[in-house]
């Protein structure tokens, strides 16, 4: 064991920054602002959602998710059909335009990319390892 306390924190906090900064400047090339990124990659899997589930799927606020998407269907990027839900309440599903499609296929070659470089002179087992120590991290943490 070290004695380093701080080496998890450092790390985790090196790791993220480093990724974060790849990442944003691929996608700001694709004029794409925090958060759109992410809302991309969920809605290219999985189309439809309420815009209240979204956020939650993307772990943001629902004012923030609601400026998100507000932004993004000014670019084209998504569009907004109405449904009723329980109670009769109006609520808006959310799905990709072509546009939209067609930058999510993009966003989804980065991530491919900045992982395969992430994982650089990784073997299977060890990413298997990281990724599940990782949600362990998590998971612990959620549940405090």
Known sequence: MHDNVDELHLALINSYMTHKKRSFQCFQDLDLT??????????????GYLQKDLAKRCHVEPATMTSLLNNMEKKNLIYKEPVYVSGGKRANSVYLTEKGRQLANKVIEIVNNIEEISFKNFNDDEKYTLINLLNRVTTNLETI
């Not at 992410?38 to 189309?47: G, I």
Request: hydrophobic letters at 30%; aromatic letters at 0%.
């Open 34 to 47: 925090t958060g759109q990124p992410k809302v991309l990659t969920v809605l290219n899997k999985d189309e």
